[in-house]
């Protein structure tokens, strides 16, 4: 079989392209940050062998809406060892949590605290562009009076 045809082919070359072409989109947040895969699995084969073979729960990388996370076990390598195979809504759930700072929108000396930039801009019904402009330059929204700042 041509590698090509295979099942888990572009789920393989979507974690060699963000960790290793720097023109592929998500590189930044993968490549440019140290994130690497395995030698063993940079040939193909050796990597569905390993997913057939030896991977817990690797069978359901074939289905649709399950995918292979290395940051369960905290490495910055995509390898055997290291991946665990987890639904699509439970890595959003983790990617998310990862990039979500508290912040806490104080108006009047009343303070309201929020999980994210997101939370606080459907809750104000403010852009989440101008409340990142605000936490960065610590100037208040004038139209509504808000300034912010992040929880720590």
Request: net charge positive.
């Given at each position: ?21 720097s023109k592929n ?93 997101s939370e606080a ?32």
């Amino acid at each position: 079989m041509n590698k090509k045809d295979h099942a888990l082919y572009s789920r393989w070359k979507s974690i060699m392209d963000r960790c290793y072409r720097s023109k592929n989109k998500n590189y930044r947040f993968y490549g440019a940050k140290g994130i690497k895969v395995s030698d063993t699995w940079h040939h193909f084969w050796n990597f569905v062998y390993d997913v057939d073979n030896h991977l817990i729960d690797g069978h359901l990388l074939y289905e649709k809406g399950w995918q292979l996370d290395k940051d369960i076990k905290g490495g910055k390598i995509y390898s055997l060892e290291n991946c665990t195979v987890i639904s699509g809504e439970d890595n959003r759930k983790i990617a998310n949590n990862k990039l979500s700072k508290k912040i806490i929108a104080s108006k009047n000396n009343k303070q309201i605290e929020f999980e994210s930039i997101s939370e606080a801009g459907r809750n104000l019904n403010i852009k989440r562009t101008n409340i990142r402009y605000f936490l960065r330059s610590g100037n208040a929204d004038r139209t509504t009076g808000y300034s912010f700042k992040y929880y720590v």
